[in-house]
């Protein structure tokens, strides 16, 4: 058998197999009829969960759907994707109502205050049915350090609108809250810069 020929074998037994997973995957995509708003957890040890967060809502906007975007830790932070965001007003609102991190506040008590106010402007977004998507960033960290309680976030995300999409991102996701999301990603750490020594890098990490 000569090499043309070998060649055409090897691309008619590749097209075949393609055309039964094309066949499998379109018997399984029509299955797949239900439409619902989803509870997503973004956390882990690795970088990318904001990031990640952030790129969907890009992709709402896309879709000109409305956005509520509610910082729970960032609020200092002079980040490029808010000043992108910040450029469509009809079709975001961005509450950016933290102070640091808990090491940089060194204040519980003012933590829990502002952890408050975040959750909040969450719940007022997450009423308000002119937002199809809500992200609440770092809100992992509050729920992590019991400045807001488990449960009545628990309850709150249960009872929100059906078709309304929930973004939750932050270390430490709490089990229960794993337990009630429809979509988990865990990004996990294999190398990081800072370990050599370099700072945070505009562009990359804000």
């Not at 906007?61 to 200092?76: A, E, F, N, P, R």
Request: charged share 35%.
């Amino acid at each position: 058998m000569n090499t043309e020929t070998e060649s055409d074998d090897l691309n008619l037994k590749a097209n075949e197999k393609a055309a039964r997973r094309k066949e499998a995957r379109d018997r399984m995509m029509a299955s797949k009829t239900q439409e619902k708003g989803l509870i997503i957890v973004h956390t882990g040890k690795g970088k990318g969960k904001s990031t990640a967060a952030f790129g969907m809502v890009l992709r709402c906007l896309g879709h000109g759907k409305k956005v509520g975007v509610v910082q729970y830790i960032k609020g200092k932070w002079d980040t490029g994707e808010r000043v992108v965001l910040e450029k469509f007003p009809d079709l975001i609102e961005i509450k950016a109502l933290g102070e640091g991190f808990t090491w940089e506040t060194q204040d519980r008590a003012r933590d829990i205050a502002f952890a408050r106010a975040a959750w909040d402007e969450s719940k007022r977004m997450m009423n308000d049915e002119s937002f199809d998507f809500v992200l609440l960033d770092e809100i992992n960290i509050a729920l992590r350090y019991d400045y807001l309680p488990i449960d009545e976030v628990l309850d709150f995300l249960k009872a929100k609108r059906p078709n309304l999409h929930v973004v939750l991102t932050g270390r430490n996701a709490k089990d229960e809250l794993i337990a009630i999301a429809d979509l988990v990603t865990e990004m996990e750490m294999v190398k990081h810069p800072f370990r050599d020594g370099v700072k945070a890098q505009a562009g990359v990490e804000f």
